[in-house]
Structures are given as C-alpha cells and as structure tokens.
C-alpha cells in the first residue's frame, strides 16, 4: 500500500519582463509516501507499487496538491506537464529535500494493531534555462532534474486470531493442485519455494480423512480439525518492513509561442531498488498441546532492482489573460526488473513426528545455495491528464500578480499493467497470461483529483492544496483510497526563493496476509496516517 | 548485328586474354598457382581492374553488401564466393521456483460474474469471496468494537462476509507421477533445480 503525499506549487506566472529573473516558477514539492505492503515477486499487487504514487514535486507544487498541469514555471513540469518549462525565459537551480513520518493504523479479524515510520524524501531538485527562441518560438527552455517518485519505507502490523484459514492452507490447495507426490514436490522448480518448504517441514502433509478412500493435503494447523473433529483457532501475525524507492531522472525541453502556447516533453529514467522483509507468523491457540500444531513462521525477504524509460508530452494554452489549460500524457513506464527471493520457514508440530521439534528450512536448500532471481518486464498504466488554472490578475510584471486557482484531474489505466518474461522463449509465459488476466480484472481505470491555490503577497506567498487518488480496485469491498491535504508558505526576491510545506496524508488500503483459491479469503484494511514536510530552496540563473 | 558480334567477339578476346595469362602462370610455376584453378577457370572476371572480387578497393566489395568481407552474415573463406547465414535457436528458458503461490482463482476476480473472466477460467468456484470474521466472537475484543456494540447493538465488524469453518474444500492427493525436475537457464535463473531434497524423518 501506499502513501503518497504529494504537493506541489505551482506557479507561475510567468510573463514577460525585462528582469525576467521575477518570472517565477517553482513548484515544488512533492512528496510521496509509498507504503507498499502486499507485494513480492510478480504478483498482481505489485503493479500499484509502480503506478498507485502521486506526483513529488517542489514544496511550491506539493502545497497546492501537486495540481500543476497548467501552471508551469516550476521544474516540478518535469514529472508532469513538461511543457510548464516553456515559461522559463531564465534558469534556476532547485534542492527539494524532505522529511516524512507516518502511522499504520490495521484492523486484522477484528483486532487492531498499529506500526510507524520515517525518512527522508527528495523532493524535485535539479537545474532548467531558459533562453530566447526565433521566429514565433518566443523562447525555449531545457531542464534536468531529478525526484523520489516513490518512497518505499514503511512498517505494517497486524495480528488477529483466525478461526477460518491457515496460511499454511495455500501450500496444501498448491500441493494437491500440483500432481505430484510430495517427495516430487521438493524438487520440482513449477511448485513454489513457499510449498516446497511446507512440504520439507511437515507444515502440510498427507492423511485419509474420515470416509475418504484416498488421502488429501492437509495444512497441519487444521490437522486435528478436518481428522478428529477438534477445534481450530491460530492467532496470525503479520510484520511487513520496506525500503527503497523509485528515483526519477528527467530531462525535458519545451517551447513557448507568442506565451499563448507552451508544448514540450520529457524523458523520464526511473530507477527502482526495493526491499521488503516480512514474518509471518502463526501460532495455535486453542490451547490444546497434542493437536499436531505448536507454531509456524515464514520469513521472507525480497528485493526488485530495475529501471525504466518513459515519456511525458504536454501543451498548455492561455486562451485568455487570465486562463490556463493544460493537457499531459505519460506514457507507461516500460521496467526491466530483477526479483532476488528468499525465505526462512520454522515449523513446529508438537507429537505429529516421532522426533518432535521444529524444523526449520531455507528456501535456497531448493536453489543449490543460491539465490534465485527472477528477471521480468513490467508496462506500468497510462496517465492523462486534463488541468486548469485562473491566474489572479494576470499580468506582465509578476511582482503584481495575486495569485491562482488550479485543478488537475487524471484518469491511470490501471488495467493496462502488463507483465512479461524477460527471456524470448520461456517456459514462464503461462504464469505472466495468467498474471496479466488477474491484473486486468482486479484492477480498474481511476481518476485522481487535485486542486490548490496560491495568494501572493509582494514577496510572501500562502498556498493551500488537496488531492485525492481514488481506489484502483474494481471489487468495492476493497477499500482504498489517498487523500492529501497540503499547506504552504513561500518567500521569494532578489533571485532567490525558499518554500515551506506540509503534508497531511491519509490512506486506506487491504493487505492480504496469504491468498487461497478454493476457500475465502481473509485481508487487514490498513489506514496510514502521516506528514510529509518539505523544503524548496532555489536561486535564479 | 554487327554490335552484338563486336560485343561478343570482345568478351571472347577478354575471356582468352584471362586464360592465356593464366596458363602462362601455371606453366610458370604450377603449385603456386594450383589452388587458384577452380575459381578463375569459372570466373572469367576474377582478374579485374581492381586485382580481384574482393579487394576493398573493389565496388563490388562494398561494406553493405552481401557476404562482404565485412558482413556479419560472411563466413566464408576469402576467396570462396559463398556465405553462411547464421541462425539462432531460442533457448527456452526454465524459471527457478516462484517465490510465491500464485493462483489466478484466489483474487476473486470474475466474482461479479463477469463473461469475460468466465471464459478465461478465472471465475472462482466458491461465493464467499473474503471472511473477515470469525465465528467465535470472543477471540476479538477491541474497546471500539465493544463501544460499538454498547451504542449500536450490533456486533459486526463491518466486514460482510461470515464464513462457515467446515467450508475447507477437499484437497485431494493424487499425484500422476509425471513430474519431474528441472533446472534453471538463462537470464532470469539463479536458482537451479535443487537436486534431490528429503525431508527430515518424520
């Protein structure tokens, strides 16, 4: 799940002066906050990790809601609207660093628990100029900058008891499905490492349950239940931690004619280094000594390497003094990635074996001591964006200026998320189609919404945004959604401005601690609560 | 006609002119020359004005051209005037074990009884999509939810659905004893086979 704060300032109003230094532009901040829970190894969740994140620009954008499509002026258009540099006729040199914290509030069967975290962020920093253009191209201007896109570091917890399901259930349903015995099992590379464990561990084994002729797979913690009749009750926990982000290199041009009409574009180079590390744990809690099940614990650490390229195309008009409108395309990002994988499984089983204790296997006992790898493409959504802006008397001299309004509204094609092997003949094409099916339907197209304001006081600006991601999960009972309110304060004269901002996020999101497929699955909706404050400092050039 | 026999009767002394010169080489010294016989008994204009077909000074010799010196597609000899085209068989590429248990039938997708993910084999087989409750409610005892049920009288969480514990579908073993296993190759691999792993006696 995710967190994103992002705000962001616009401005921008550039007109023409002769100190064209005044012109202002920044934008600024952006912050986001993602808190990415439920991914490991290409599976559907990992697509919202890429694609689920709201623009990080300057502290000036991330103030007024990141709503910045129309405005311009601020090397945050990078990431956004491109052709907002079209408004630079200078240049300037931009550092946007941050801070965020935030609190994971869960609610796991009925209980409640909560976790908390915190880093540092990089808001969009880096360096635009501006320069006279000819014939009707009244300037053109080229920037380089670079942004946290996504912010990875966070903490979640939930625990719960579970009278339904075993998240050992998962490797029995994989087990039984597979064909196979379970001594083929442990050295078959179609059956997960997760099930290969289980079967080493006696977490799931074989057993005649009552009038039946041949044997099921059982999950040992409902063992004494499905053989005898007896109770089952386990108290789960989940601890999820992860790190990294995705870092964002643009470089962008844009020209600007007549200053009725601003086109440009961007290259984007994101740069992708995650880690997540999870225990699992589970534990009998019926009180009962000799039901086959004492505990079990999966821990599991995973780490995605990768980079991709992508493309952002903007235009913004003015069709009157006062009027913005902007249009942008992101194309999807198109990600080489590497999945590194590996776990720890600690099962014990009390009397079931006549050696009782707890086994405990490493999954790269299956992977010859090594650590697998899993190299795979991913084509993130597309993004349009429709955006408007009414400037606060609009004027040459940007000193008079008063302000503006502007809005942004989005629509991500979730569903185009795609999946495929980075091999060009791989026994893996299956599992990608099946992927992909999923990811189309569980997924759905959303629109995110953003608006804010700027009023400027001579050299001190006020700034107030809101923005809003709407869920991109097609079934309603998944509740998610990211909300961001942002205020703002700002200075600038002489050639140099700083801006101030703080972020208030809130989001709602699901966490599945495991998944089964012929049975009901259970799920933790997380609300994370946290601050992003971000500074933008910045000089004329 | 009579441009055509002054066209044929040019080529003809050309063609002699090679072979008397040839012949010539030969009888000079005949195992220098010896190797060359095949190729310039059948090509009369092996001895051109640029020395021969392949020299780089050559226009026939040019850097795009087909089985040039310089073409990657060229693996003759230098003067042998054919060329080997060089094909590549895709090497399918077995994956390690997946990290996880994926199974397109566990996200519930096709649940509103969608055609399309019917006819993909996506729809579940089950109705309770999600239980979020369990069915001994003292097992959770959170002061909200103990203030909700004081103002509310209602104990549900909220979650929609409540799940019936004898619901664990039959999960038979029936192995085929068709598999086997296989190990890794290619770019994504890392993790091989594994070779023979037991488990610990039970």
């Known amino acids: 799940m995710s967190i994103a704060l992002e705000c962001f300032l616009p401005c921008c109003i550039c007109l023409i002066t002769d100190k064209a230094r005044l012109m202002q532009k920044r934008y600024l901040l952006g912050f986001s906050i993602l808190l990415s829970l439920s991914s490991i190894a290409q599976i559907p969740e990992d697509v919202l990790k890429y694609s689920w994140q709201p623009t990080n620009g300057t502290a000036r954008v991330s103030a007024v809601g990141g709503a910045m499509g129309s405005l311009g002026g601020d090397i945050s258009a990078l990431f956004v609207n491109p052709a907002g540099i079209g408004f630079f006729k200078t240049g300037e040199v931009v550092l946007s660093p941050g801070y965020y914290f935030l609190k994971n509030k869960s609610d796991y069967r009925g209980t409640k628990a909560s976790d908390d975290g915190s880093n540092f962020n990089l808001g969009a920093s880096g360096v635009v100029g501006g320069w006279r253009g000819s014939g009707r191209w009244t300037n053109k201007a080229m920037g380089f900058a670079v942004t946290r896109t996504a912010n990875f570091s966070n903490r979640v917890y939930y625990t719960g008891k579970n009278d339904y399901s075993s998240y050992a ?40 349950l009552g009038g039946n002729v041949n044997p099921d797979v059982v999950a040992l913690p409902t063992y004494d239940q499905l053989k005898n009749g007896g109770a089952f009750l386990v108290d789960q926990a989940n601890s999820i931690e992860t ?89 999807p990002t198109w990600y080489s990635l590497e999945d590194k994988y590996q776990a720890t499984m600690a099962v014990n089983t009390e009397n079931y074996r006549t050696t009782p204790g707890t086994v405990t296997v490493s999954s790269e006992i299956f992977t010859n001591d090594q650590t697998p790898k899993y190299s795979y493409d991913l084509t993130t959504p597309w993004k349009f964006m429709l955006s408007g802006s009414y400037v606060l008397r609009e004027i040459e001299d940007v000193r008079k200026q008063k ?44 629109f995110n ?70 049975k009901a699955n259970t799920f933790a909706a997380v609300k994370g609560t946290g601050g992003n404050i971000m500074l933008t400092v910045g000089i004329k050039i | 006609m009579q441009v055509e026999q002054k066209e044929e009767q040019t080529a003809q002394r050309a063609e002699d002119y090679y072979e008397d010169r040839f012949l010539r080489m030969r009888v000079e010294d005949r195992y220098r020359w010896s190797t060359l016989d095949d190729y310039y008994f059948s090509n009369a204009y092996a001895y051109n004005s640029f020395g021969n077909y392949y020299s780089l000074s050559s226009p026939w010799n040019s850097y795009f051209a087909w089985n040039c010196h310089y073409n990657p597609y060229y693996g003759g000899l230098s003067y042998y005037p054919g060329g080997v085209i060089i094909t590549k068989t895709p090497k399918i590429y077995t994956p390690p074990s997946r990290a996880l248990v994926f199974n397109p039938a566990s996200y519930n997708v096709g649940g509103n009884s969608s055609s399309s993910a019917v006819s993909k084999g996506l729809n579940n087989s089950y109705y309770n999509r999600y239980n979020n409750t369990n069915s001994n409610r003292n097992s959770r005892n959170s002061l909200g939810e103990s203030i909700r049920k004081v103002f509310t009288g209602n104990d549900n969480s909220g979650n929609y659905n409540s799940g019936s514990n004898n619901s664990t579908p039959s999960r038979s073993y029936s192995p085929s004893s068709s598999g086997g296993s296989s190990g890794g190759g290619g770019r994504s691999s890392g993790g091989g086979g594994g070779g023979s792993v037991s488990r610990p006696s039970r």
């Not at chain 1, 259930?169 to 087990?175: K, L």
């Not at chain 1, 050295?187 to 057993?207: K, P």
């Not at chain 1, 614990?297 to 990768?306: D, N, P, Y």
């Open chain 1, 403 to 446: 302000g503006f309004l502007t809005a942004d509204v989005e629509y991500v094609t979730y569903t185009s998320n795609r999946f495929r092997s980075a091999e060009d003949a791989s026994t893996d094409d299956n599992y990608y189609k099946g992927l992909n099916e999923v990811v189309k339907q569980y997924y759905k197209g959303a």
């Open chain 1, 243 to 331: 790190s990294g982000g995705i870092t964002e290199i643009a470089i962008g041009y844009a020209a600007n004619m007549d200053d009725k009409l601003y086109i440009g574009g961007s290259l984007g180079i994101p740069i992708v280094s995650y880690e997540k590390k999870s225990l699992l744990r589970e534990t009998d809690a019926t009180g009962i000594n000799d039901n086959y099940f004492d505990f079990s614990e999966m821990s599991e650490k995973l780490t995605t390497k990768g980079v991709g390229l992508n493309l952002k195309l903007g235009v913004i008009v003015k069709p009157a003094d006062l009027v913005r409108l902007g249009f942008t395309v992101h194309t």
């Open chain 1, 449 to 518: 919404f953003r608006v804010g304001g700027e009023l400027k006081f001579t050299t001190i600006m006020t700034r107030l945004g809101f923005a809003y991601y709407m869920s991109p999960y097609n079934d309603k009972e998944l509740k998610g959604s990211k909300m961001f309110i942002s205020g703002g304060l700002g200075y600038r004269d002489a050639g140099f401005f700083v801006d101030l901002t703080y972020i208030h996020g809130i989001q709602k999101d699901v966490n599945f601690p495991y998944r089964l497929p012929d």
């Open chain 1, 169 to 208: 259930e998962q490797y029995a349903a994989q087990a039984a499905a597979s064909g196979l015995s379970l001594d083929e099992i442990l050295s078959n590379n179609n059956v997960s490492l997760g099930t290969r464990m289980a079967v080493y561990t006696y977490l799931i084994d074989t057993a005649t």
